[in-house]
């Protein structure tokens, strides 16, 4: 009989064709800091720091002890929190959604966002993917066996995507493309030209689009972020993906939805057909709450944020770091001094200053040269943090 430790065990192909979690190790190095005793400022995740209103709390309280709640959920979610998507959009952005046939529920947003490649690429696919974006899409389209096509994010193009530089031999493979605004990891919105010339390149070259709208919620400067579905034609040629993690401090409950193209939302539903038996009622009461009850949280957490940024931008100013205020999301994109990369720029901060950035790279080979700053913590820390950083004599 073989010992545990010398049977065979393989594993599949998918999951080697993974891609490596980056900031998995960013956490391993600021948790190994904290275990030597320093006091570490960590800038470097998206892990929302404030907590869900009191309203929503009280009312997965609620729901909890229903009983109705205690058995298994429809499998595609209740009709009630798709309703309560369907209201927000129409509220917010003046877009109608058919709850029964345009909304899907997710387990939090970073599901949908894998779930759509296995749903639209075939093995020999091509996937448009930001380049800096949210590593997870990367995720999906290794799962699906596709190819990724990267569309470089440049501060001359105001971090927008040139379509016009794809080449068209990628474009006759490409059946999906990601689309992230306001944008993780650059922090800049897009107009509404940019959605108007992406439904017309997808209508043209028939890709999907996927918009990743996590930061919907979260614009500055009077400003308020554009949803794809506002373009005529949008509904056509794609969905967009809303989580309740940033917009009502819900990162934890892993509550979601995708929204827009009929057909997209159904083969989302099929696929998590065969993957859950959906979300826990309580939560999803809990989530519909939070969408159709008082907004009032919103616009204040957009405002703390807005502080957040105003105070980390002065005193990066002072110290002599300077870069373009963040147009939205609670992330700050910075460019690092000449004569560095990212990560080891990133590496000088944590063991010189204590303070734990996202380098560029993590997001893709077009990040290289910047790191991303989180406006995850309070102003005084955030000001700390910049003054720990100037000391360095850095700038």
């Known amino acids: 009989m073989l010992t545990p430790s010398r049977f065979p065990i393989a594993a599949a192909n998918r999951l080697r064709a993974l891609p490596e979690q980056f900031f998995a190790g960013l956490v391993q190095k ?13 800038l470097g995740q998206g892990n929302p720091d404030r907590p869900t209103p009191d309203h929503i709390v009280r009312k997965m309280q609620e729901a909890a002890a229903n009983p109705s709640f205690h058995r298994y959920p429809p499998f595609d979610g209740y009709l009630f929190l798709k309703e309560a998507a369907a209201i927000r959009y129409r509220e917010d952005y003046g877009v109608e959604l058919d709850p029964q046939t345009e909304v899907a529920v997710l387990f939090g947003g970073k599901t949908g966002l894998v779930e759509i490649s296995q749903c639209l690429l075939n093995p020999g696919d091509v996937c448009l993917v930001p380049d ?21 994010l440049l501060e001359q193009n105001h971090f927008l995507p040139d379509y016009s530089a794809l080449a068209p031999s990628d474009l006759q493979r490409a059946k999906l493309m990601f689309i992230n605004y306001p944008n993780n990891p650059t922090a ?9 010339d992406t439904v017309r390149f997808a209508e043209k070259h028939g890709i999907v689009v996927a918009s990743d709208f996590a930061y919907g919620a979260i614009g500055f400067d009077g400003k308020k972020p554009v949803s794809f579905l506002q373009t005529p034609g949008a509904k056509e040629v794609g969905v967009e993906f809303y989580t309740l993690s940033k917009t009502y401090n819900m990162a934890g409950w892993r509550v979601a939805f995708a929204v827009g193209n009929a057909e997209v939302i159904r083969l989302i539903n099929l696929i998590q ?37 105003n105070a980390l931008f ?18 700050a994109w910075l460019p690092v001094p000449q004569g560095f990369q990212s990560s080891e720029f990133a590496d000088k901060l944590l063991q010189e200053a204590n303070v734990v950035v996202a380098p ?8 290289e040269g910047y790191v991303r700053l989180g406006l995850l913590t309070s102003e005084e820390r955030l000001q700390e943090a910049a003054e720990r950083i100037g000391r360095l004599h850095l700038f």
């Open 273 to 309: 057909d065969h993957y859950y038996v959906s979300l826990f009622g309580a939560v999803q009461a809990a989530a519909a709450e939070a969408l159709t009850g008082p907004q009032q949280c919103v616009t204040e957490l957009a405002s703390v944020y807005e502080s957040r940024r």
């Open 360 to 367: 560029g790279i993590g997001f893709g080979r077009s990040g």
């Open 30 to 42: 600021a948790n190994r800091r904290i275990a030597d005793g320093h006091d570490v400022i960590n």
């Open 314 to 331: 002065s005193s990066l100013q002072q110290i002599g770091w300077h870069a373009k205020p963040s147009q939205g999301s609670f992330f």
């Open 188 to 196: 800049v919105c897009a107009p509404p030209s940019f959605y108007e």
């Open 132 to 152: 800096p974006g949210y590593p997870d899409y990367w995720s999906g389209v290794a799962l699906a066996d596709a190819e990724m096509v990267f569309m470089p």
